[in-house]
T-cell receptor, first 110, second 113 residues
Framework: RKEVEQDPGPFNVPEGATVAFNCTYS??????FFWYRQDCRKEPKLLMS???SGNEDGRFTAQLNRASQYISLLIRDSKLSDSATYLC???????????FGAGTTVTVRA | DTEVTQTPKHLVMGMTNKKSLKCEQH?????MYWYKQKAKKPPELMFV???????INESVPSRFSPECPNSSLLNLHLHALQPEDSALYLC????????????FGPGTRLTVL
């Protein structure tokens, strides 16, 4: 079983729509959770950390469910510039390694 | 300065060549990483340096040789690579190796002929 699993998508949504997707992780000892964004042929960039109580950054909302071992990302009022691959990233602290999901591709169309 | 820089941006090399990839950060981070990323796949960790010492080697073939000359620089020396080593090589840094937020450089796109 992969450490971090994501729905690869693609999620094709119109501008202004809301899109949400999840990521599950297998290690219950995981301590830190992140969403990174990666544009085609570019490096991953940290979008937001995910906190236990859930957190929001503008149009982006992240949630963590430790009991079910998943995190989610919701994008409201989608913009064309939100088109990217969103990587779910988990850290257990035990070995200081980040575990990456395979990414969820989102395409926002005009 | 809040960025990680990498040179070169693109590199084409033959299987008998020796080349080096360079990475630099001036954020005072004490952990630096090399990742390999193939198309449509997530980054795969290769090496971790913590306080200029190699702390993790993910069973990477010896044709890849990392070097950390100082706390700001990280090199990856390449020798006798195979065509399947063609990929995007990403460098990243974080405050310490226990600090999860990693900042990535733009990568070097490597093609091995």
């Amino acid at each position: 079983r992969k450490e971090v699993e994501q729905d690869p998508g693609p999620f094709n949504v119109p501008e202004g729509a809301t899109v949400a997707f999840n990521c599950t992780y297998s290690n219950s000892a995981s301590q830190s959770f992140f969403w990174y964004r990666q544009d085609c042929r570019k490096e991953p960039k940290l979008l937001m950390s995910v906190y236990s109580s859930g957190n929001e950054d503008g149009r982006f909302t992240a949630q963590l469910n430790r009991a079910s071992q998943y995190i989610s990302l919701l994008i409201r009022d989608s913009k064309l510039s939100d088109s990217a691959t969103y990587l779910c990233v988990v850290n257990t602290f035990a070995d200081y390694k980040l575990s990456f999901g395979a990414g969820t591709t989102v395409t926002v169309r005009a | 300065d809040t960025e990680v820089t990498q040179t070169p941006k693109h590199l084409v090399m033959g299987m008998t060549n020796k080349k080096s990839l360079k990475c630099e950060q001036h954020m005072g981070h004490r952990a630096m990483y090399w990742y390999k990323q193939k198309a449509k796949k997530p980054p795969e960790l290769m090496f971790v340096y913590s306080y200029e010492k190699l702390s993790i080697n993910e069973s990477v073939p010896s044709r890849f040789s990392p070097e950390c000359p100082n706390s700001s620089l990280l090199n990856l020396h390449l020798h006798a690579l195979q065509p399947e080593d063609s990929a995007l090589y990403l460098c990243a840094s974080s405050v310490t190796s226990g600090s999860s937020e990693q900042f990535f450089g733009p990568g070097t796109r490597l093609t091995v002929l």
